[in-house]
């Protein structure tokens, strides 16, 4: 059964399930991770531990959850990072139709774009990659190599527009840093150190936009501006501008914020995307 989007708002929890592939109940508390802490998460190199830390969940197969009751962040800022880790592998990528696919997510994530527009676009990756599939399958050599780009694409386009926003965070990872490293070493045999350690490289990368989109958990700290601050932070999120963080430091400084990880963030942050906690928390978007 193909899966169905569930009639909710974006930023807003999950009231029930949906659909799942397996009859395992939700679990009816959250699953401490005893090695998650502040340092854990400012050091950690891999996703996984911290978007299952987000998630609330231990060692489980995610797909077959269909409800997170005891998620650390909205479903804005999950789809958000399923949209940031198309967007860090995208010049390796090769496909117009998963490059709009991903802009109405995000457009869906701020609720600027309808459930209608998430289904007709999750529909139309879907039939386009079925369409693909004999070619796909038999495609050996030079032929297959010349579709990977577009392939990957779609394959992760897909997982960006999930249903349920937790998933796509989850999958999308996983096929972002898969995706990198075969396309970062063409030709390279799968099992090869050069995969391994793009791999790696694309894995801490996409730590680096966990920290950028939700912050640290175990150090929340408020930040504040008045209407001007509020404005060029506007400003930054619609145009992208994110190169300008360093000088929006210089802004938030001026209107007497004190918030030194905001700070730290924006002047040396490496990593920014939609979603930036501190950007959020300027503009009030939820968590």
Not at 16 to 34: K, L, T, Y
Not at 173 to 200: F, I, K, T
Not at 207 to 236: D, H, K, P, W, Y
Request: glycine share 4%; proline share 6%.
């Amino acid at each position: 059964m193909r899966p169905v989007f569930p009639n909710r708002e974006p930023s807003q929890p999950i009231e029930g399930p949906i659909e799942s592939s397996s009859s395992e109940p939700v679990r009816d508390r959250p699953i401490v991770n005893a090695t998650m802490n502040y340092q854990a998460w400012q050091d950690s190199q891999s996703p996984k531990p911290m978007l299952s830390h987000l998630l609330g969940v231990g060692e489980v197969r995610i797909r077959d959850i269909t409800a997170f009751p005891h998620c650390r962040a909205s479903t804005r800022k999950f789809r958000l990072f399923a949209c940031a880790c198309y967007r860090r592998v995208s010049p390796l990528l090769k496909s117009e139709l998963a490059d709009q696919t991903v802009a109405i997510a995000e457009r869906f994530a701020d609720g600027r774009a309808t459930r209608s527009e998430m289904k007709a676009a999750f529909d139309l990756i879907t039939e386009s990659l079925l369409s693909q599939e004999t070619k796909w399958r038999t495609a050996r050599g030079w032929e297959r190599a010349h579709l990977i780009p577009a392939h990957a694409a779609l394959q992760l386009a897909l997982q960006v527009v999930a249903p349920i926003a937790e998933h796509a965070a989850y999958y999308a990872s996983s096929n972002a840093y898969l995706a990198y490293a075969e396309l970062a070493n063409p030709g390279v045999a799968p099992h090869d150190v050069a995969v391994s350690r793009s791999r790696r490289e694309e894995e801490a990368a996409q730590a680096e936009i966990l920290r950028c989109i939700f912050g640290n958990l175990f150090a929340e700290e408020g930040v504040n501006g008045g209407s001007a601050v509020t404005a060029i932070a506007q400003q930054i999120y619609d145009e992208e501008e994110f190169d300008n963080l360093p000088n929006f430091a210089d802004a938030l400084e001026a209107a007497g914020c004190t918030a030194a990880a905001a700070m730290r963030h924006c002047c040396h942050g490496t990593i920014h995307f939609r979603g930036c906690w501190v950007l959020d928390q300027i503009l009030g978007q939820e968590a």
